[in-house]
């Protein structure tokens, strides 16, 4: 029992470039997250999905977008990627009996 | 507009003491108050969480006061350790596995 995974740990991109940050969980939950974590800034959310095959804006989608493949994995996206995204960003998934919310343990992203 | 605002940003006590984080939130629909643990490095981690059907909830060291006329909740820890040194968020949502926003953090450090 993995809980939340993330993929890759750490990335530098080059201003334009795209890419896809990685989550999957095997706690058979319905809700998966995607948050964003700059100094001072807390945890921001970017978009989630409440179940399979929905998605919604959080408070800072502009610039991502995200993909709910299936019940386990959940993408975000960067399609054009801008200094102002450099972040450490994080996935998480909530649910069973106690409503539980468990983050994966982050991407460090760096773009150039 | 923040939904959750978290003081103090830091905070420093001596061991033993008794750290106290202070939350207050407009949205009165929100009905589940989570706080999380940070360590550098990691992701958040479910520390303690209330619905607002009780004043206050109580594990180990850690303990949630809920003033819902207020929209206020604080999270405090007693006889605070040097290993309790992290950064702590509240958060809040509506409904079950609902978004869950969360406040700026408050960075504790525990003097030995």
């Known amino acids: 029992n993995a809980g939340v995974t993330q993929t890759p740990k750490f990335q530098v991109l080059k201003t334009g470039q795209s890419m896809t940050l990685q989550c999957a969980q095997d706690m058979n939950h319905n809700s998966m997250y995607w948050y964003r974590q700059d100094p001072g800034m807390g945890l921001r959310l970017i978009y989630y999905s409440a179940s399979e095959g929905t998605t919604d804006k959080g408070e800072v989608p502009n610039g991502y977008n995200v993909s709910r493949l299936n019940k386990r994995e959940f993408s975000l996206r960067l399609e054009s990627a801008a200094p102002s995204q450099t972040s450490v960003y994080f996935c998480?998934?909530?649910?069973?009996?106690?409503?539980?919310?468990?983050f994966g343990p982050g991407t460090r992203l760096t773009v150039l | 507009q923040q939904q959750v605002k978290q003081s103090p940003q830091s905070l420093i006590v001596q061991k033993g003491g008794i750290s106290i984080i202070n939350c207050a939130y407009e949205n009165t629909a929100f009905d589940y108050f989570p706080w999380y643990q940070q360590f550098p490095g990691k992701g958040p981690a479910l520390l303690i969480a209330i619905r607002p059907d009780v004043s206050e909830k109580k594990e180990g060291r850690f303990t949630i006061s809920f003033n819902k006329s207020a929209k206020q909740f604080s999270l405090h820890i007693m006889d605070s350790q040097p290993g309790d040194s992290a950064t702590y968020f509240c958060?809040?949502?509506?409904?079950?596995?609902?978004?869950?926003?969360f406040g700026k953090g408050t960075r504790l450090h525990i003097l030995p």
């Open positions: 998480a998934s909530r649910g069973g009996t106690a409503d539980t919310q468990y």
């Open positions: 958060a809040a949502s509506k409904g079950w596995y609902d978004k869950i926003i």
